[in-house]
Structures are given as C-alpha cells and as structure tokens.
C-alpha cells in the first residue's frame, strides 16, 4: 500500500517522539547510562560535524577565579550551536548544564538531574546558582534534548563568599 509522504513523515515524528520519551526517561537509577553508537548518533545530533566549525560553550560570568556572592548569575555564550529548550534534539541545537563540584561528565552519558547538576533546560544562556560559601569548579556542559552529555564543556573555579 502507498502511504502519502506526510503520513510516512508522521511515522517518522511518532518514533522519534519515542525515541525521546526512552531517553529522557532515563534519569534517576540509569543516570549514568551510556547510548550504543548508533543509538547515540540517532538522539544526538548536537555532536555531528558542523560546516561552521565544532561547537563550543564558554562561561562569560562568572570568570574563572572570580569572587562572587550568592545568589549570582551564570551566564554561558555558545558557538556553532544554539541553545534551544530540552525535549528535542535537532541538528544544532542543545542545551546546557552546570555541574558543580564533580567535573563534567563523558560524552554519551546522560546527564543527572541531581543537587549537584543545574538543568538550564529552557534554551537560556543565563541561570542563577545559589552556593554555600567556598571554593567550586563549575563545568559548563552542552546536553542534548535529551540530555545526552556532549562533549562541549569549559570550566572554571569561583570562590563564594557571604
């Protein structure tokens, strides 16, 4: 039987949609799961190769060494990639996390939805971090929409003060 293309375009949608249901799911117990090549390849295309250039992140406030009080601002800027809300993944597109204290994660694992991970899952570029007073290393990490880590990270260490 022929289909007509905009049902098989539906077809298409409703797998995909499926797909991101099974792997946004996967937070809590399997947070640190890591996605089979083709699997990763499929739900991630934030990690292709880019005409422009690989993509990049980078804090513009805080600086690394920075003295700040909290509550403060975190606010990124990226390159070759536009941050765009979470729940979909389109070529280009991502969105990003602050891990603190623990380091960036490996590209192909899902990122936590922990006390030590800030989700900026709207498509901001700004976020506001409220921290004890101390030393942290904040890792700055594109995520996929779906939050599959990429490896596109910077980070810094800023001293909170009261």
């Keep these: ?25 996967c937070s ?20 292709s190769n880019r005409d422009a250039g690989p993509p990049a992140i980078a804090f513009m406030a805080p600086l690394d060494g920075d003295v700040v009080s909290s509550p403060f ?27 603190i204290g623990n380091g960036c994660m490996p590209a192909g694992k899902v990122l936590p939805q922990e006390d030590n991970t800030l989700h900026v899952g709207s498509g901001a570029s700004t976020s506001e971090v409220e921290l004890e007073p101390g030393t942290y290393e904040l890792c700055a990490q594109l995520g996929d929409g779906f ?16």
């Design 1 to 25: 039987m022929h289909r007509p293309k905009a049902h098989r375009l539906g077809a298409l949608v409703a797998a995909a949609l499926s797909t991101s249901i099974v792997v946004a799911g």
């Design 28 to 47: 809590g117990g399997q947070q640190n799961q890591t996605l089979e090549p083709a699997t990763l390849s499929r739900v991630s295309p934030a990690i």
């Design 73 to 99: 601002v975190v606010q990124v800027q990226t390159d070759n990639i536009d941050l765009a809300p979470a729940g979909f993944s389109r070529d280009g597109e991502g969105h990003f996390h602050i891990r």
């Design 147 to 162: 939050h599959v880590a990429v490896n596109v990270t910077d980070t810094i260490t800023v001293e909170v003060v009261e």
